[in-house]
């Protein structure tokens, strides 16, 4: 409403508010698109795979589909809960740890 209005008054004759919007609200609704970051999900799991040099170094959570759509993405990862992390015993536990 408020970016018709500005282009209606004409005050900034170079630049289009209302195609501006349209624009950012189109790449803000296909970044909260969960259905699209699972599969940006599986392209940087591709990208920083052991053949590329990581050694599994990054990971990527992937989406369990029959539960994930594109306003919900349900992962699991399995990993080492924090507070037995911190506890130490675990490799670079250590520069967590409270002094």
């Keep these: 409403?408020?970016?018709?209005?500005?282009?209606?008054?004409?005050?900034?004759?170079?630049?289009?508010?209302?195609?501006s919007m349209s624009?950012?609200?189109?790449?803000m609704l296909r970044q909260v698109n969960l259905a699209i970051e699972g599969t940006n999900f599986h392209k940087f799991r591709d990208n920083f795979q052991e053949e590329n040099g990581f050694h599994g170094a990054i990971q990527f959570p992937l989406p369990i589909y029959p539960l994930s759509c594109s306003s919900l993405m349900m992962t699991y990862e399995q990993a080492?809960?924090?507070?037995?992390?911190?506890?130490?015993?675990n490799r670079g536990s250590d520069r967590f740890k409270k002094k």
């Excluded at 624009?23 to 790449?27: N, Q, V």
């Excluded at 080492?80 to 015993?89: C, D, M, S, T, V």
């Design 1 to 19: 409403f408020v970016s018709r209005i500005i282009d209606f008054t004409g005050l900034f004759p170079s630049v289009s508010f209302v195609k």
């Design 23 to 27: 624009a950012f609200s189109e790449r």
């Design 80 to 89: 080492i809960p924090i507070r037995e992390f911190l506890k130490g015993g």
